[in-house]
């Protein structure tokens, strides 16, 4: 599976962003799942939330409320919309994909090269 991510940007803080997701490859299957993860040198990577092929979600405690993830499956796109954005949302924002139980404890094993969100 190859992942490519678009979206991100500069946002003040309170804003909107969103990101997105196209997936290519082996996503046909019932067990695929993708995931956004978040990046900082201070945190680590941090998983925000995750989507399964039958819709179902979960989300990081951080972002519950403010982030809703969703997906196209006809388009193989993930999208993660971002609401009252804070500074310490500030992360490189990264797409993954894996099969079977989807949370955010899935083994992701494919990932795409991340997305810049920058939040003043």
């Known amino acids: 599976v190859q992942l490519v991510e678009s979206g991100g940007g500069s946002v003040q803080a309170g804003g909107s962003l969103n990101v997105s997701c196209l997936a290519s490859g082996s996503t046909h299957s019932a067990r695929f799942c993708m995931g956004w993860f978040r990046q900082t040198p201070e945190n680590g990577r941090e998983a925000v939330a995750s989507i399964g092929k039958d819709g179902r979600t979960t989300y990081a405690d951080s972002v519950k409320g403010r982030f809703t993830i969703s997906q196209d499956n006809a388009k193989n796109t993930v999208f993660l919309q971002m609401y009252s954005l804070k500074v310490e949302d500030t992360a490189m924002y990264y797409c993954?994909?894996?099969?079977?139980?989807?949370?955010?404890?899935?083994?992701?094993?494919?990932w795409g090269q991340g997305t810049q969100v920058t939040v003043s």
């Open positions: 993954a994909a894996g099969w079977g139980h989807c949370d955010l404890q899935t083994d992701f094993q494919a």
